[in-house]
């Protein structure tokens, strides 16, 4: 059994539409993906409609934190999408988006960059708008090679110099958030040092203390050594760790199913969730 937990769709930043995403995801031999966008769970509804009967989708989110002052993303699966609180939560996060984004334009516009929120609404279409799209605006005037080399202190890095901060969750509460909401949650890529600063690991003990299920290990950002390194600390600390390609179509050099999850831990966040359920496809259109 070949399982993908941690995808992205159109719905935030990737480049495929839901749809397309299952899609590919059931041509690629999957068996299980996650649809987990960014502070959203807008694709999920046209993922299901055409949910070839093959794949299973585990519905989840990927949510922007903020540790001490360090970036950090929680993937949260199988909670229940209209719990109130976590519902407003996620809300709140997305709708600051816009306003960094434009921030991060004028930002730009100062540096003597002629990019225009125009273009970047339209990048993003109608999916929550994020640096990624503020990057593919750059990519597309020749500003920079890669939607990677535009996340420099150059550019839009934490710090960097268009950089602009947004709303970002306590991972504390995101986690009493997303439990209270009946899911699972997995600390993502926790040390991808290419992005930027990570929160140190001695705050993962404290995050498994306040519920925290598991660790994304098995990531593209992380390198052998890391993983074995993640790997232990998971085994100390009782959590799951996962894998997963962390796709986003085009703008990402990574494929579906690059990394997996074992079937066994897959199995135990499903044990664990009751806010939802994974859905089999039943061979939409």
Not at 76 to 87: C, G, M, N, T, V
Not at 152 to 171: I, M, N, S, Y
Not at 175 to 203: C, Q
Request: proline share 5%.
């Amino acid at each position: 059994m070949r399982i993908d937990l941690h995808t992205h769709s159109t719905a935030s930043d990737g480049t495929d539409t839901p749809a397309q995403l299952v899609r590919k995801a059931a041509a690629a031999g999957l068996d299980v993906v996650a649809l987990t966008d960014h502070d959203t769970t807008r694709g999920h509804a046209e993922a299901l409609a055409v949910l070839p009967e093959e794949l299973t989708l585990v519905t989840g989110a990927e949510l922007s934190c903020r540790l001490d002052g360090v970036s950090m993303h929680m993937l949260a699966y199988l909670f229940d999408p209209e719990e109130p609180a976590f519902l407003a939560e996620r809300e709140l996060v997305r709708d600051d988006r816009v306003p960094r984004a434009r921030g991060m334009v004028a930002k730009l516009n100062d540096l003597g960059v002629p990019i225009t929120w125009e273009q970047v609404a339209r990048i993003a279409g109608d999916g929550s708008v994020g640096r990624p799209h503020v990057a593919s605006a750059l990519v597309e005037i020749g500003v920079v090679p890669t939607v990677g080399d535009a996340f420099t202190a150059d550019w839009l890095a934490d710090g960097g110099r268009a950089f602009v901060p947004k709303h970002e969750t306590d991972p504390f509460e995101a986690l009493r958030l997303i439990k209270a909401a009946g899911g699972v949650a997995v600390f993502a890529h926790p040390a991808a040092v290419k992005r930027g600063r990570t929160v140190p690991e001695s705050a993962i003990a404290d995050l498994a203390a306040a519920g925290l299920d598991g660790i994304e290990i098995d990531h593209m950002d992380h390198d052998a050594d890391t993983r074995a390194r993640l790997r232990g600390v998971a085994d100390e600390l009782g959590l799951l760790a996962t894998g997963s390609s962390d796709y986003h179509g085009s703008r990402k050099t990574c494929v579906l199913g690059q990394y997996t999850t074992d079937p066994e831990v897959y199995g135990e966040i499903t044990r664990r969730a009751f806010g939802a359920f994974p859905v089999p496809g039943a061979g939409g259109a």
